[in-house]
C-alpha cells in the first residue's frame, strides 16, 4: 500500500469515484449484493426506482425505501467518507465523484461532491413543481404515509429513476473533473452501471491513473496502477501513514 501513498502524494489532481461498497461500510445496504436491496425486498424490487411504476404506485416506493433512504438521518459516514474529507481539506483530493444516495460524503465534510444519481437532499411535485427538503419528508414516510404536495401532486426524490436521464450538470461536470485527473481512486463500485461508470476511462484516456479499490472484480482491473479489495484497510492504512 505504500504505492498508493506515494501516488497520492504525488498526485496533482486526484479525483475520487464512489460506489454502494463505500456506503455498506457505513450499514446501509446495497443494491445487487447478496444482503443488497434487490435481493431483500422481493420480486418486484426492480421496480423500486422504475420511474413508470413509480407514477402507477408511488406508496410502493416509499415503503420499500423507508428503511433505506428515510432513516440516513440516523446513519454515520463511515472511515472512507471521513478520510477523503480530510484529504480533500489537505489539498489532495479535488472532487468526489458519486453513484450514491445516501449524503454521507458531505455528512463527513467533503465540499465538491458531484452525485451523478442525483439526490434526495430535494423532494419536487411533479404537478407544480414545489420543493420540500429531505427532512420534512422523512417524517411523513416514517408514520408510514406517502407524502403528497399541498397541489395534490405526487413528490419525487431528486434521485435519478431508472428510465430517467442522469442530471446534465453533474455528469458534465463529473467529465470535467475526470479528464482533468491524474489520479482516480474508483472505490467500491463494480464499474457496471453506465453511464456512471465511463468516467474512469476519461481519466485513462488523458493519461491518468486509476486505483481500484473493489471487493470484486471490474471491467477495467487490467487497467488500473494498482488493485486491493479491502476498503476499511486501505482507508485504515491511509489515515496512519499520510499525515
Partial sequence: MDKLITLLKEAKHCVVFTGAGVST????KD??????LYRTAG????KIFDIDYFHKKPSFYYKAAKDF???????????VHTELARLEKMGIV???????IDLLHQKAGSKKVIEVHGSPE???CLACGKIYKFDEIVKIVQEGKVPQCSCGGIIKPDITFFGESLPALAVEEAISEASKADLMLILGSTLIVYPAASFPLYTARNGGK????????TPLDYMAAAKYDDLEKVFTYISEHLK
Fill in 25 to 28: 461500510l457505513a450499514g446501509i
Fill in 31 to 36: 443494491f445487487r449484493g447478496k444482503d443488497g
Fill in 43 to 46: 420480486e418486484d424490487a426492480e
Fill in 69 to 79: 433512504i428515510y432513516n440516513l438521518d440516523q446513519k454515520e459516514p463511515a472511515i
Fill in 94 to 100: 479535488k472532487a468526489v465523484i458519486t453513484q450514491n
Fill in 122 to 124: 430535494i423532494h419536487r
Fill in 210 to 217: 486509476l486505483v481500484i479499490v473493489n471487493n470484486m472484480e
